[in-house]
């Protein structure tokens, strides 16, 4: 720092004269032979008199002091006769003759160097800054001639060194070059080497913060204030969201194939399976949980939705999974497993390879109409001008995306990209389709024979057959309009369609589509629709062709073509009917059932998914917004998911890798933004009581209810195990001292148990155990330790029985309905043995004040709580006792040892001692406490606080749509039946919540939606 | 932005003993200002000059001196500066006395004043002259001042190059 001042320091002294004074003279005077005055010893000076030395070469200073022992400074009194006043004494020293010249040369010198300080500005400010301000002009700071003449030199000086200190410009051509649109393309093409772009990413780029996630750019939520209001569009207008970043895997192969290997990663218990007959007819679509090869219930792979693609008759059939980014790779992996779908489909590469070439010479010939996928062609690209990446532009040109079992003749490929997928959420959605997309003409005749536009759809003209489908299809499109919201239609329906092109009929301004019922209302048609939904055969559309899909993402017309012959109409402004010219897209329409669980708002968040070729995005995503759709981004999409109380993709899948991953990088962020507050405005979580405040345990939750349950031997008997899962209890659950041996000799133990071990169950307890050990880095664990519920007949089982029974024996009739037992021990036990370490998805609604946040608790009310409740209606909730920070003192000491440990250093890098290094080492080992965390192994995290732990919040916020606090989370399953079989049946399913920053306890009513 | 206003004394050094000019430096000419001030409005006049009091810039060859002090009590100083009536350094004493030639508000000014001043000098010099040799002589070293400017400049830019690489 004091270096950095004296430099500048130096640097605007430099050109101040140094004072001048006599060197060191031997003689008479030099009484100790000591220098002349010493100059103040810094660099400048020094220089300064080296300077003046060099400067006056010839006549200089030297020469005077070779005169100045002799003669004497009455030259002076020559020079100037009164100037001494006539006291001129003779004396010895007195020199007989004067010069002039050195008097003179005395005074030129300083003059020199008076001017030299004069000339130069001594302030650190610009140069038009020292001018008055009645003469400063605005184009001075970049206009050197608008300075005056005098300042000018001295301004050219400095703008150049204004422009040496700055970067170096990357920008090497100006704007209208860069602008131009191969240039932009080109840039564009760049800029999505890493994180792809959708198609509309410019459009979202102006529009949404966005975030680089999974490998995309998305938008993340819009730039301007719309949280309530895209809330208003989801339920009573439309949101619309871009949902292209979503993978698809296409499997092809045998029907019988297919389902016998897919069967085995997904299991009947949870719900659907490939295997549905609604949806193996391609008629509906359907959404399931995948799970490893046989491995159900543990190792969760991700939630999925998949199509069939209709039967037509051949013995193959395709299958569409489509499949979140975040778990795409483990789902590819494992469907690659499965099917021994290993070597790369040779065709697949090579055969685009060559026929894009072709294709490319041919588009440069006629007219380089649409787009092209830039990846496939490398060796083309040289030749032709760069082409805008449609697709997924970071795909290695010779990596496989597709690959075939030799066995069975299954092919598994990674279709993300190439479909593109919007979703339209709201009730407005249907009057919006109808309005945006027009079916389709029929058309016989080819408009131009020596393109291939429309080819395809001229063929299938021929056929009677198909164009009554054509037909049949959009009727049923049409009447959609009639139908008041998409949550009347079976949840999943599919309707294939071929539209025309969605730019030709778009509207002059913004407008907003309404539905108009009335002229629907006594339609004997629309009843039909709504009794019998979609004809089967209406699902069947030509995206699922590739070549047709190919055809029409190459022969779009351009954006300027149509302008150009817009341009040219003879009533501006008139509708543009392009005629046989027109394309013909196919598109896959599927209705989102929004929410089924539970039992408000049926049918909330409803929507239709439209599924389109890529490089059509535009085309499709400005018409909709010109019928006054909103749109949302990746928040508007959690929100979505959190209204209808289902579990998003990744956030709410901790059992699943992608969930661990995102809990992770979750709590980095979160630790990061406590860091950067400081120390004395920091939560202190210990004393809260909160032991993780920025990742759930979800191991050690499971873990410590299971050890409860044993210790805890009213609840249940230990002692006589359900015999189906003996042998891994047994290992599992041991009593406290084994554990406390098998983790003080933490290998000893582990090979024990590895010896005992022969299940895979077991294998997984082995990690747990060494996850236990060094809790401190909980994320170690590769695969999780728990399992989620999600069998939903247990599901439904656990969801009466959280009903309380106060409102009119509701629960009783609920339970009757549904068929079910009252909760009794022979009940539960086996469920808790087949599940000792389960989690359940519940959601909680606060009876009163709260809004719960992430990661909150849920904990359970002690009897007294319930009591207070129910005498006094105004009980906000107890108090959680402070706890003693028990760490603060090692945190202090921390400190200290820091400081001493500095100065030693210090100290050790004075003496240059190689001998402390096994000190440093014993202080790193603390190197991460921070005061107000937790930082040794967490405790049992269950009995921690005051009330009893159950589980934890994942998502909580106010809920718009209900009007009060609602969290979203997972309890233990095991806590969850201690809980609902101690409760009084009035009052069953209540629970306390707690946010990670408070004290304060409040009521919740748990609820199980299936 | 408030800042202490400071008014600089420009002084010539006047002395008919030759050797006196081994004592024009910092040190000998502060402590020979200060004891005159002492002197003249004793303790607390030299309280009031001593803030900031130095000695900015000197010149044994030509007798330049220039002295800061605070604006407040420039007028002490100034009345003190007649008083001054030797140097001292290197336990020699010299008598001298000291001439105030301007008393400005920045050193940018007195340096102004400096140059304009020593101009005049050497041109009266000029028109004083006896000889021819002399003559050329002044004249000579008035280009040189002239000259030196230019040079100056531009050794300055080389310099600024030396530094900036660094």
Known sequence: MSGAREKKRAKKMRNQ????????????????????????????????????????????????????????????????????????????????????????????????????????????????????????????????????????????????????????????????????????????????RKNIWLETHIWHAKRFHMVKKWGYCLGNSPTEKSYRACYRAMTKQCLLQDLSYYCCLELKGKENELLKQLARICSIDTGLTFQEASCLSGRFEGSLNLYRADRYPEDMLGPVTFIWKPRDGSENRQLWIWVH???????????????????????????????????????????????????????????????????????DPFQSYSWISQTTGITVSDRSMEILRYRLIGPLSHSILTETLKAASVQTEMADSETELNNWWVENCKDSEKVSLHQCQSAVFELLEGISSPSDMPPGTILGLTVGDPRVNLPKKKTKAMPDFEKYQDNEEVRQLYLKGVPA????????????????????????????????????????????????????????????????????????????????????????????????????????????????????????????????????????????????????????????????????????????????????????PHPDCCTTEGQTICDPKAEVVREASPENGE???????????????????????????????????????RSEKLLMQLSAWCYPTAGKDRRIRLISRLGQKEMTEDVFLPILMSYPRALVWVNLSLLRKGNPELHAMICIPTEDDLLHLSKDKLFCGPQEPKHRDIFKDKVQKQKEEKKKKKKKDNMKSLESDPAGIPDEEATEDHEDL?????????????????????????????SLAVGCGEALGFVSLTGLIYMLHNQPADKKGLVLLRTPASLQYRFARLNIEV | MVRFKNRYVLCEVVSEDPRCRQCIEDRALGLAVRDAIARVHGDYG?????????????????????????????????????????????????????????????????????????RTQLLRLLQNCTNEEERQCIQKSLLSCSLTEEQSQSGDEEEDDGTETD
């Open chain 1, 751 to 789: 090979a024990e148990q590895t010896m005992e071990i022969t299940s895979s169950e077991g294998a997984l307890k082995t990690e747990d155990v060494t996850s236990t050990q060094d809790f401190g880095e909980r994320d170690e664990t590769k695969t999780s330790d728990f399992i989620v519920l």
């Open chain 1, 537 to 720: 055969d209406c699902a069947h559309s030509f995206i699922w062709d590739h070549d047709i899909c190919k055809n029409v993402t190459e022969n779009k017309i351009s954006e300027q073509d149509l302008n150009h012959m817009r341009a040219q109409l003879l009533i501006p402004g008139s509708h543009l009917d392009l005629g046989p010219c027109e394309s013909k897209i196919p598109i896959l329409l599927v209705q989102q059932p929004g929410k089924m669980a539970g039992e408000d708002r049926p049918g909330w968040g409803s929507g239709w998914d439209i599924c389109l070729p890529k490089g059509w995005g535009m085309a499709f995503w400005i018409p909709f917004i010109y019928q006054g759709v909103r749109v949302g981004g990746l928040q508007e999409a959690l929100k979505h998911s959190e209204y209808q109380r289902t579990p998003h993709t990744p956030n709410d899948f901790p059992d699943c890798r992608a969930g661990m991953q995102f809990a992770k990088e979750l709590e980095t962020s979160l630790l990061e933004k406590f860091k950067r507050r400081p120390p004395a405005k920091r939560a202190n979580y210990v004393k809260l009581g909160t032991l993780s405040p920025f990742i759930c345990p979800w191991g050690q939750l499971t873990k410590n209810w299971e050890e409860r349950m044993k210790a805890s031997g009213g609840f249940l008997c230990p002692s006589s």
């Open chain 1, 17 to 192: 004269p140094a004072s001048v004074t006599l060197p060191a003279e031997p003689g008479p005077f030099a009484g100790g032979g000591s220098r002349a005055c010493p100059t103040p010893g810094d660099v400048r000076s020094e220089q300064q008199q080296q300077k003046f030395s060099n400067q006056s070469s010839g006549p200089s200073y030297r020469k005077d002091q070779n005169f100045s022992k002799g003669q004497n400074r009455g030259e002076r009194g020559t020079g100037r006769g009164g100037w001494q006043g006539g006291h001129q004494s003779v004396s010895e020293e007195m020199p007989k003759y004067i010069t002039v010249s050195t008097f003179a040369q005395a005074r030129a010198a300083e003059i020199s160097a008076m001017l030299k300080a004069v000339s130069q500005k001594s302030s650190n400010s610009l140069v038009f800054q020292t001018l008055p301000r009645h003469m400063r002009r605005r184009a001075m700071s970049h206009n050197v001639k608008r300075l005056p003449r005098r300042l000018q030199e001295m301004a050219r000086k400095e703008a150049e060194k204004a422009v040496h200190q700055k970067k170096e410009q990357s920008k090497t051509k100006c704007r209208k070059a860069r602008r131009r649109h191969i240039n932009l393309v080109a840039e564009f093409n760049h800029r999505q």
């Open chain 1, 930 to 958: 921070i005061l107000g965390l937790w930082s040794d192994a967490l405790p049992d995290v269950t009995s921690h606080c005051s009330r009893t732990v159950l589980g934890y919040v994942t998502r909580g916020d106010f």
């Open chain 2, 46 to 118: 030299l309280a009031c000059c001593s803030i900031s009091f130095t000695v900015k810039y000197l010149n044994a060859y030509t007798g330049t001196v220039l002295l800061r002090c605070r604006k407040d009590s420039y007028r002490l100083l100034c009345s003190a500066l007649p008083f001054v009536r030797y140097l001292e350094s290197r336990a020699q004493r010299y008598p001298c006395h000291l001439n105030t030639l301007h008393v400005g508000g920045t050193i940018r000014t007195c340096q102004k004043f400096l140059i304009q001043y020593n």
């Open chain 1, 325 to 395: 980014p975040a778990l795409k790779q483990d789902i590819l992996r494992e469907l690659k497993a499965i099917f021994q779908c290993s070597e790369p489909e040779e065709i697949c590469i090579s055969e685009p390879v060559t026929t894009s070439i072709q294709e490319e010479k041919q588009v440069e010939v006629v007219m380089s109409l649409g787009n092209k996928r830039k990846k496939e062609d490398k060796e083309g690209e040289e030749a032709v001008p760069v082409k805008k990446i449609i697709g997924d532009g970071t795909r």
